[in-house]
């Protein structure tokens, strides 16, 4: 516990105990009561002081140079420990730029505590023109799980626990926290202020389905004649590694992982069908999604996709989820721990099998496949100059060398070609731009990977999706942080050859060398301008352990317009040059 003291500064908290405290040291205290030891942030009024406090109290402050990316390294952090992340920040603008963050975060159901200092609320009720002035409750509330305000300091404790709970229990998702500068700053009886901080027992309860409705799964599975397993992220948040891999080695069943679930089974795993991932959706007839929504990500589930007549078994934490584009005719509700725990003991030896046919296909178009990715990806390594594949397939090789480090992609290209190619091992090592396809997660996430688990990480970056959070490179550097990022430059946005009509650049026109950044920083920049130059410079950085950046030359005529998503783009009537792969 902090110490309680009359005074707001961290300075004087070693001063013998006071009969009073303040909001300040309430704040600081209900966190470390509830566990957090980690808070991502920027600071200035209100709050500076709540994260010296809170430094001094021992919990690691990771100050960042811009919001967002404080909210996103707290979103991964709540991703990968399982505990809500949480992040600081200001009032007003400060707050709005966390609020991208938060709003992502509740988008992925990733479990997020953003805690805002707020100005007056006298002033900003009645609209008077305050410093940082925004009602921050109601912006928040549209776009997050829930949204509170504590107005007194007595209820920082029960304002923090409402907040934990509500973003880890049931579907995860971001919660907003507003603290105005006002109960930071009241002084409250130190044995009163002790007395109001609970402490979260049992944050995510687990919840089992109904036994009846797992029976009701295994026969639908059991008919099948095609059956599929789909893993999303939610499978890889729900820890049920062991589970899930055991159900599905004992039943045989094909698995498809959703980008965040790859490595939940290892992606050379024989039952794995990412290989032939089109005809599997197509021709399923029976799919099992586990933590995997219907969105666009999976076509909502409809032709041409998926087959017209498939049929779904569907474990999701959130009954809400269900139905919402394809009927679901087994639905399991509950955490997917829970819900493969009975599964997998109420499924008999050999109630659930494969049929041959189905396996045979899937595997014949796998090979085949297989085949024509591995002849992109050698005559791709000999290309000059460097293609996507090139660059990637050096960065999969270290990898592998290296089956501990987190990968963080973002791009358009650059995401989907890294998707494929660097192949995963191991649960909940990759973090993506995910549900929302967001650009500018890059570095808070490989920021709070590293920070969170200790081990390397390796971001592979678009150059425009760099862009976005490319400041926090100077965050990693300062606090030392194991972070390799590996733009994959190829001058643009999508590609880098569009041509302007005009006298500025076209639109989609990027145009630097990321590597000589990092000197200012106090951190190591490569060019690599062949696979061979990106392998030694990557292996480098890695067994360095310092924060380093590789800027990838990349062919500027390589990729697609919006990546694998062009048909996305509206056509309208009028004639657009685009550049054409
Ligand atoms: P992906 O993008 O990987 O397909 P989604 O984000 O679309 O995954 O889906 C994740 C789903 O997982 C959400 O519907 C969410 O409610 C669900 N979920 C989250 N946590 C759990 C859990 N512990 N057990 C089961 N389902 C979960
Ligand atoms: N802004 C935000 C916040 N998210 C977005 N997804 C976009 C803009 C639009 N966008 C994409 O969808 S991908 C992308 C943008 C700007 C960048 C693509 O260029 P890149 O990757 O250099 O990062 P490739 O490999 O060159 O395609």
């Not at 140079?65 to 949480?86: K, N, Q, W, Y």
């Not at 507003?178 to 007395?195: R, T």
């Not at 024509?372 to 791709?380: F, H, L, Q």
């Not at 494929?420 to 929302?436: A, F, I």
């Amino acid at each position: 516990m902090a110490t309680v003291s009359a005074a707001p500064t961290p300075q004087t908290s070693d001063r013998a105990p006071e009969p009073f405290t303040d909001g300040y040291h309430l704040a600081v205290d209900a966190l470390l009561r509830n566990d957090i030891r980690t808070m991502y942030g920027v600071v200035g009024i209100p709050i500076t002081d709540l994260a010296r406090l809170a430094q001094a109290s021992g919990i690691r402050y990771i100050g960042f140079r811009h919001e967002s990316d404080a909210g996103h390294a707290a979103a991964a952090a709540g991703f990968l420990t399982g505990r809500p992340g949480v992040c600081l920040t200001v009032s007003g603008p400060g707050f709005l730029n966390g609020l991208v963050a938060l709003a992502n975060a509740t988008t992925n159901c990733f479990p997020v505590v953003q805690i805002s200092g707020s100005s007056e609320r006298g002033i900003i009720d009645l609209r008077r023109g305050d410093y940082e002035e925004i009602d921050q409750l109601a912006a928040a509330r549209p776009l997050v799980k829930a949204a509170y305000r504590v107005d007194r300091a007595e209820d920082i404790g029960r304002g923090l626990a409402r907040a934990i709970r509500t973003a880890v229990s049931g579907r995860p998702g971001g919660v907003y926290l507003d603290i105005p500068a006002a109960v930071l700053g009241e002084v409250v009886e130190a044995e009163k202020g002790a007395a109001s901080l609970p402490r979260v027992v049992d944050p995510a309860p687990r919840q089992l389905p109904q036994p009846g409705a797992v029976d009701r799964a295994i026969e639908l599975l059991a008919g099948a004649e095609r059956p599929l397993v789909v893993l999303g992220k939610g499978a890889a948040y729900a820890r049920a590694d062991k589970r899930i891999r055991e159900f599905i080695e004992r039943t045989g069943l094909p698995f498809l992982p959703m980008s965040m679930a790859k490595g939940l089974l290892p992606d050379d795993h024989p039952q794995s069908v990412a290989t032939a991932r089109s005809l599997a959706l197509r021709r399923a007839d029976v799919v099992m999604l586990i933590g995997a929504r219907l969105n666009w990500l999976l076509g909502h589930g409809e032709a041409p996709q998926w087959n017209p007549d498939v049929r779904f078994v569907q474990v999701d934490i959130d009954p809400v989820e269900l139905d919402g584009n394809r009927p679901i005719d087994a639905p399991l509700v509950g955490d997917a721990a829970s819900v493969m725990d009975v599964l997998t003991e109420r499924t008999a030896p050999g109630r659930i099998t494969v049929p041959k046919a189905w396996r045979a296909e899937l595997a014949a178009r796998s090979a085949q496949n297989v085949a024509k990715m591995t002849e992109r990806i050698e005559a791709a390594g000999k290309a000059h100059p460097m293609k996507f594949l090139g660059a990637l397939r050096a960065v999969r090789d270290v990898l592998h060398d290296h089956p501990g480090a987190y990968v963080v992609n973002e791009g358009a290209n650059a995401l989907d070609f890294a998707r494929n190619v660097l192949d995963m091992r191991v649960p909940r090592h990759r973090l993506d731009s995910g549900t929302w396809g967001i650009m500018g997660i890059g570095m808070g996430y490989a920021i709070a990977a590293a920070v969170e688990t200790g081990e390397p990480v390796v971001a592979v970056e678009g150059d425009s999706a760099f862009g976005f959070s490319g400041m926090e490179m100077e965050t990693a550097c300062r606090y030392g942080l194991p972070v390799v990022t590996v733009v994959l430059n190829n001058s643009g946005v999508y590609r880098g050859d569009d041509v302007s009509t005009t006298a500025d650049p076209a639109p989609t026109a990027l145009r630097a060398q990321y590597h000589l950044m990092m000197p200012a920083f106090g951190g190591v920049g490569y060019r690599a301008t062949t696979p061979a130059e990106v392998d030694r410079a990557l292996r480098e950085a890695l067994a360095s352990g310092k924060p380093a950046l590789i800027d990838c030359v990349i062919d500027p005529t390589d990729g697609t317009e919006s990546g694998h998503l062009t048909n996305l783009n509206p056509k309208g009537v009028a004639d657009i040059a685009r550049p054409t792969s």
